[in-house]
């Protein structure tokens, strides 16, 4: 059963002097199961006179009700923050927090434990803020070379073992790693019966945006269980436009193998190169 949905968004980006222009495509490919639980977002705001653009990715478990409320709420919320202009950092941290604590109170009265992942990038001004709760994955490519801007929350992480058992969680051995035998990641929204141990405390990498940056990529672990960051870089850095990368790189994991979920954003930056004068290229 194959779904794919692509979109493409264009943005300009021509604030405080500084040209260059992003574009975006997106793909979706649902995997045997007959539910979707992949979702995404895409956004581009004028938040305190200044353009914005939001992408997410968030994978949702035991129900697509989690990653359902993130997709409507979580980038609304953050741009309702008051200091999102002026500290995007805190705006995020305590917007992902809350919005976790939103979404297990509009879930309080039913059975449920539906729980999602959010891998996130926020560009303001020439900042690009990466945040992460669960095992989806943001990475960058510049000058050629793949750099991840998240680390995936897996219960086995020394330090998220370390932070579970010291809050009397036990992570254990249940075919992968899995806190109390459970969910196979350390962070999650959602995820009411573990909410002690599986924090939707987000990590945060802040990367300056210049000439060097030419992609990023954001994509649930149905990609990345298969397709390893320096693959999906190459991948998608010979496709000419973001959405046929973003397909190129759902029909890999599928092709390899991978049976689960499997979305993906790719994100294109052209920037104005200064080219010298005479010069014979391009
Ligand atoms: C989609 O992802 C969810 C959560 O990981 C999973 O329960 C569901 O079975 C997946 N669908 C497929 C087709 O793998
Ligand atoms: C966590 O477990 C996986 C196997 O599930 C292994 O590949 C990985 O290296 C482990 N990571 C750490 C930090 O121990």
């Given at each position: 059963?194959f779904?794919?949905?692509?979109?493409?968004?264009?943005?300009?980006?021509a604030?405080?002097?500084?040209?260059g222009r992003?574009?975006?495509?997106?793909?979706?490919?649902?995997?045997?199961?007959a539910?979707?639980?992949?979702f995404?977002?895409?956004?581009?705001?004028?938040v305190d006179g200044?353009i914005?653009?939001?992408?997410?990715?968030?994978d949702g478990h035991?129900g697509s009700?989690a990653a359902?409320f993130?997709?409507g709420n979580?980038?609304q919320?953050?741009?309702k923050?008051p200091?999102?202009?002026?500290?995007t950092k805190?705006?995020?941290s305590?917007t992902y927090q809350?919005?976790d604590m939103d979404?297990?109170d509009s879930?309080k009265d039913?059975?449920r434990d539906d729980g999602?992942?959010?891998s996130?990038?926020?560009?303001?001004?020439?900042h690009?803020?990466?945040?992460?709760v669960?095992?989806?994955?943001t990475?960058?490519s510049?000058?050629g070379?793949a750099?991840?801007?998240?680390?995936?929350h897996?219960?086995?992480r020394?330090?998220?073992?370390?932070?579970?058992?010291s809050?009397?969680g036990v992570?254990?051995?249940?075919?992968?790693w899995r806190?109390?035998?459970?969910?196979?990641m350390s962070r999650a929204?959602g995820?009411?019966?573990?909410?002690?141990?599986v924090v939707?405390e987000?990590?945060?990498?802040?990367q300056?945006?210049?000439?060097?940056?030419?992609l990023?990529?954001?994509?649930?672990?149905?990609?990345?269980?298969?397709?390893?960051?320096?693959?999906?870089?190459?991948?998608a850095?010979?496709?000419?436009?973001?959405e046929a990368?973003?397909?190129k790189l759902?029909e890999t994991?599928?092709?390899?193998?991978?049976a689960d979920n499997?979305t993906?954003i790719?994100?294109?930056?052209?920037h104005?190169k200064?080219?010298p004068?005479?010069s014979q290229q391009g």
């Amino acid at each position: 059963m194959f779904h794919w949905r692509r979109m493409i968004v264009v943005v300009t980006l021509a604030e405080g002097g500084r040209d260059g222009r992003l574009s975006c495509g997106y793909s979706s490919f649902r995997g045997k199961r007959a539910t979707m639980e992949d979702f995404y977002d895409i956004k581009t705001s004028k938040v305190d006179g200044q353009i914005v653009c939001l992408f997410g990715i968030f994978d949702g478990h035991g129900g697509s009700r989690a990653a359902e409320f993130l997709k409507g709420n979580l980038f609304q919320n953050l741009m309702k923050h008051p200091e999102f202009s002026t500290n995007t950092k805190l705006a995020i941290s305590e917007t992902y927090q809350q919005t976790d604590m939103d979404f297990l109170d509009s879930e309080k009265d039913t059975f449920r434990d539906d729980g999602s992942t959010a891998s996130t990038a926020v560009l303001v001004g020439n900042h690009l803020y990466v945040a992460n709760v669960g095992d989806s994955r943001t990475i960058i490519s510049k000058s050629g070379k793949a750099i991840a801007l998240s680390e995936d929350h897996k219960p086995n992480r020394t330090d998220e073992r370390r932070r579970i058992e010291s809050a009397g969680g036990v992570v254990m051995w249940a075919g992968t790693w899995r806190v109390g035998g459970v969910l196979a990641m350390s962070r999650a929204f959602g995820n009411r019966m573990l909410k002690q141990f599986v924090v939707a405390e987000p990590e945060i990498q802040d990367q300056e945006i210049d000439e060097e940056l030419e992609l990023l990529v954001l994509a649930s672990d149905g990609l990345w269980d298969v397709v390893p960051n320096e693959d999906a870089i190459s991948l998608a850095q010979a496709e000419e436009e973001p959405e046929a990368a973003a397909r190129k790189l759902t029909e890999t994991a599928f092709t390899r193998g991978s049976a689960d979920n499997i979305t993906c954003i790719v994100v294109k930056f052209h920037h104005k190169k200064a080219e010298p004068e005479g010069s014979q290229q391009g």
